[in-house]
């Protein structure tokens, strides 16, 4: 139900159409696991087992074998024959069961094994009622993602994104693979630059609702907002410091684009950096210390950095005539920005330690990259046949996701944190 706020702006929970993944590219190394049903599955539709494989394959680290039907069903109980599974050419086997409980909720229990080692590597027993079955089974994607690469997983996590369907913008966040879609704003003037805050509590975004761009800091616990930067002229492109107290911010209230560090109150405005030309998209570096930020102070739009602090910006990128939408990957090591390459708009991996460029995307329009909190994917917007669609790219390029609404323009994506 949406609830109107004023004459043009619009809150809501309700459930959007959700985003359907199209995969297009697979890693090339993939773990083989066989992912048995889980005993009593049937009673909770669509079923666990078949959630867990969907999210370990989008990953392009995992190959779900097909399976025979067996019987009986292998729950987190049985005997382990590690040769028949071996044979079955299974390098790692999940098996549960699921069984109801006398309040109407339900238990579901599962052991992951390593059939290489023949050893189990753990299990958990988790309570739920029916709502929670998706969470509750990328939780469990999550546990074996992390048990076999030794990484944490991202398939609870959550990503927002701007829809527009015809003169109508929506700011909706959802599940990593889009579905649970809900419509946390509404309006008839432009959404963009939506990005999370560090505990994944908050967002910040512009909206022109008043017919200007006004950053505001949307707290997604009960709903309410605050205006955090409405000065003369213009306010942009907020991001977040890692200790989520202040955003950088780009305001153009003294001339100009200029850097400003503001606190997430909207108190204590300061500029950050002087420059003849237009500075934007700021983004800090994971341990507070760089600012990364779009310039085109040189003559042409390029990557810089600054100390969070303030102080003598550092160009950072050299290839190309056109570096824009800086992003940087969570362990600090890396950049993803968009490059224009050969007349194309494409996104670009730069390695910050040995100045490796390398052209992740084939796509000719990309724009407004974002890291999954592990670094191994990066979501992205770019436009097909005139339309906004989101699309996922593996850090290393070799992993394609194309994620598609049924109707509508996507655009404006952003990975949002682990949630803990």
Known sequence: MIRLLAALLFWACSAQAQLAIEITGAGAQRIPIA???????????PGISTIV???????????????????????????INYAEWRSRLADALLVGSVQPRPDGRFEVRFRLYDVVKQQALGGVAYTLGKEQLRATAHRISDFVYEKLTGEKGVFSTRIAYVVKRGNRYE??????????????????EPIISPVWSPDGKRLAYVSFENKKPVVYVHSLLDGKRHVVANFKGSNSAPAWAPDGGRLA???????????????????????LASSSGIDTEPRFSPDGQWIYFTSDRGGTPQVYRMPASGGEPQRVTFEG???VSPRISPDGKTIAYITRNAGKFQVALLDLSNRQVQILTDSDRDESPSFAPNGRMILLATVINERGVLSAVSADGRVKQRLSATAGDVREPAWGPFIE
Do not use: K, M, W
């Open 35 to 45: 992912l048995a049903p889980f005993a009593g599955e049937a009673a909770l539709a």
């Open 53 to 79: 494989r969907a999210d370990l394959e989008r990953s392009g680290l995992f190959r779900g074998l097909e399976l025979p039907p067996i019987v009986p069903e292998p729950t987190e109980a049985t005997n």
């Open 171 to 188: 700011l909706q966040i959802a599940d990593y693979d889009g579905a649970g879609a809900e419509t946390a704003l509404a309006s008839f």
């Open 249 to 271: 911010v780009v305001l153009s209230r003294e001339g100009g684009s200029q850097l400003f560090l503001i606190n997430a109150d909207g108190s204590g405005v300061r500029r």
């Open 321 to 323: 005539s056109y570096n």
